[in-house]
């Protein structure tokens, strides 16, 4: 079956979940993480489909909460999970050993990432994430092994690299978790998932048959189906925010 045939075939189901990553799905890859703004035609596209009887949106990213909802603007309309999958918009607290480890984290990391000119830290309240994007290729790629093999290797440490990242996580991080609670909490009959990158993996994973599954961009995937970029998964949203509004009315 074509993607088109498939966003045809959803639009129809009874309850409908729209989930989405954000950066490189709906927000094209930047230098600057703090502008990493979204497509428009995206976030029109996904307001319209939260405003439809029987259809649910959520944003599922590797964001802190607070920054995807700055950046998206996305309030009411969208269920928002951050921090990939632990940090729900009904509230998170991380356990205290958590935190301690957290603390010991920015601690060590602050001395290796300063040492780095263009490299950055970013904080959220369950990871640390490294950014090398705007650091020399061979030392960004030094730093990220060298915080790997250290910080990273700590007992309670949970790495993930990413687009010129490394995630350090002090509790598990699944969007595959999040994507089932998510799936449960809108009593979805069938659910789009759209994703770029390696932790977007796992919310493909726990797809069932009859749900879409869409990569954004190269790289191996689960995913049934791909697109090439940021501007044609929001053309895909637009196409089935209007096919599903044919079905369900306003
Ligand atoms: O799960 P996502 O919504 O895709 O978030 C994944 C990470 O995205 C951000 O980093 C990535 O995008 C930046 C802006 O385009 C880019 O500069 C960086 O190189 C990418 O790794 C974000 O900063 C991280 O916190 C997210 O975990």
């Known amino acids: 079956m ?3 045939n498939a966003i045809a075939r959803l ?3 009874g309850t409908l979940l729209v989930a989405t990553d954000y950066d490189g799905v709906l927000a094209p890859i930047v230098n600057d993480p703090a502008k990493a703004f979204p497509l428009p035609a995206g976030i029109d596209a996904l307001q319209e489909l939260g405003t439809l009887p029987r259809t649910s949106v959520a ?3 590797g964001r802190a909460l607070v920054d995807l909802a700055r950046l998206s603007g996305l309030g009411g309309e969208a269920l928002l999970v951050g921090t990939h999958g632990v940090e729900f918009d009904d509230g998170f607290a991380i356990p205290a050993e958590a935190a301690e480890l957290r603390a010991r984290l920015l601690a060590e990391l602050g001395p290796l990432v300063g040492a780095v000119p263009g490299a950055a830290l970013e904080e959220k309240i369950a990871s640390v994430a490294v950014h090398v994007r705007n650091a020399d290729e061979d030392a960004g790629e030094k730093l990220l092994a060298a915080v790997a093999a250290g910080p990273g290797s700590h007992p309670g440490v949970h790495s993930t690299a990413g687009k010129k990242v490394l995630e350090l996580a002090v509790v598990e991080t699944s969007k595959g978790t999040a994507l089932d609670v998510l799936r449960e909490r809108t009593g979805a009959d069938a659910v ?6 390696v932790t977007d993996e796992k919310a493909f994973a726990v797809l069932r048959p009859g749900d879409v599954g869409v990569k954004v961009g190269p790289g191996e995937t689960a995913a049934e189906y791909r697109v090439d970029d940021p501007e044609a998964a929001v053309a895909m949203f637009a196409l089935l925010s209007e096919e599903r509004r044919l079905h369900v009315g306003t």
């Open 2 to 4: 074509t993607l088109r």
């Open 11 to 13: 639009s129809g189901v």
């Open 59 to 61: 944003l599922l990213s």
């Open 192 to 197: 789009l998932f759209a994703g770029d990158d």
